[in-house]
């Protein structure tokens, strides 16, 4: 089985967001970058599907070259090739990225069975660059998966709603985006790592089509002043404590 | 005039549809819906502004089916020209829409807090599970958009409600992706999403052994155990407990976090809780910082004096 993995470089905010003076980014001087849960579930998941059924796992992004740092660590969990379509660092809406990620599927020419993206990025959360994908490539999508088996050229998508599942049956090729939850991904092993190095990143161009939804500023909303009460951390404390769950009335 | 999505599942509308139906009155006085089945709905859709509900009637649309339901709402944009179609900013609505967008090539802006009509069109959107919004414009000839999950309160606003049945054509890929079957819940204990008291356990718990004194206290508490991130990835608890921008979102009574940091995508899942408490080793931990009460002290040592004095106030 041929899978293609489109994963996203995104800052790794911590406890705050801190942004540009124009407020037009996040500030990621003092950041480091990693993907979503989302697709580090999905390089896992495509992974394991080779191992199971042979084939070969390719991963594909959009972004400046920095992004070669987070092909490489998904490269040291076992996927095989990578292929990153670089662009000039400005930021593409939805559909400027699925038409730059189609740009770049046909200029590699690979054929592929699967193509798994993460339901929504971890930044911008559009929910929809798999679907306009899989549009372009006329495939049928399933979205937001949290359990995949493939049987037989078919692909059994589950998709968690409250503490039901809904099953979804689709053949292969498809594009499935899926969520955190699917599976725990592997950390990268230090034999992994130093196969990474060897492994092929190969390079193409790509120019992202003007944005039509057309990022103005970006607002970090205000959090309530709550005023912590800090409490000891001995028998007054706890007492305290019990005393709150007195007053929500969770002791009757 | 705008068109509403309106999602229903097994006898139920869609929450967060009603709240779209709700935003869409704010910008238009004719607000119409589209469901798919569902004609029984309409008197409730009309109570919450539907003038119209348009009722898409097909031999294939017993369950929801996403791509199916674009086709549909795409002859019905072409046939009424709305100047905006909008959905609930859930897994279904935006799945909806981004079919739409897909179909038509035309922008797509998901979860949105505020929407202005006109040229350009703006809207604010939720970015990092709504610790972030964009401004933004949109340059379209129809909007698209969901509006953010219990961003804003649904909010009656009667009107005609009445049925407007359609049979739309839909190919057979359109119906490729359908629902199959259902899979029972997992366990019969209140789960996450609704559950009033979480509570939640971080790194700072040490290994799934000490889980039990959540356990414990979540079930003196009558509630349930939540965890972070770091928690499920070393397969400490399953993932369905996890709370947070890529886990559950919650808004409980009480949340009550031991042993978390408080990252930014820990907090877009819980930040919404009534009442929060807080036990670290770290008084600077930025969970402290925003927590109602904060305990600064080894969970280990906090959490069962904690759960013997909540025991012995319950008389368990
Ligand atoms: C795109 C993206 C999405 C994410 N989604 C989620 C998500 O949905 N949910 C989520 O939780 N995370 C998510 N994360 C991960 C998140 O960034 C943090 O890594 C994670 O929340 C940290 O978990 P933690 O608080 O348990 O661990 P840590 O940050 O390591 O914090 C452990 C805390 O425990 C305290 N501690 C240590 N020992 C003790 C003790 N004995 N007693 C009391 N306190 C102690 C420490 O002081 C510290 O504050 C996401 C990350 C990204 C990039």
Redesign the interface.
Known sequence: MEILVCIKRVPL?????ILTDDASE?DTRRLGFTL???EECAVEAAVQLRDAHGGSVTLLSLGTAETEEQLREQLAIGADRAILAITDGSEP???AT?AALLEAIRADGAQFDLVLLG??S???????TG??L???LGL?????V?GLTVDAGVARC??????????????LPAVITV???LN??RYPSVPGRIKARKKEVSTHEVTLAAP??????????A?AA?G????????Q??????D???E?G??A | MILVHVDHDRGAVDAVSLQALTLARCLDSDVQAVIMGGAEFAPELGEYGASIVHVAEHPGLTDYAPQATARAIVGLINSLAPTAVLGAGTARGNEVLAHVAAMTDLPFAADCTEITLGSPVRVTRARWGGNLLEESTVITTTLFATVFAHAIPAVQSPAAGAVSAFTPELSPADLAVVIIERAGAASAGVTLAEAKVVVSGGRGMGGPESFSLLEDLAGLLGGTVGCSRVVTSAGWRPHAEQVGQTGTKIAPDLYIACGISGATQHLAGCKNSKTLIAINTDPDAPIMQIADYAIVGDVHAVLPQVIALTRAATGA
Request: hydrophobic content about 45%; cysteine-free; aromatic content about 4%.
């Open positions: 905010v911590g406890s705050t967001f996040i979503s849960p989302h809406d939805p559909q699925a339901s929504e971890a930044d911008v959360a559009g929910y929809q679907i306009r899989a549009h372009a049928p999508v399933v979205t937001g949290k589950e998709r968690a709603v409250g503490s039901e599942r809904e099953v979804y049956s689709v053949a969520k955190d939850g725990i991904p039509r939804i057309v990022k103005g500023r970006l607002v970090v909303p959090a709550k912590t009460k800090v409490l000891d951390a001995n028998e404390g706890a007492a305290a404590l019990v709150v769950f007195r929500i969770l002791l």
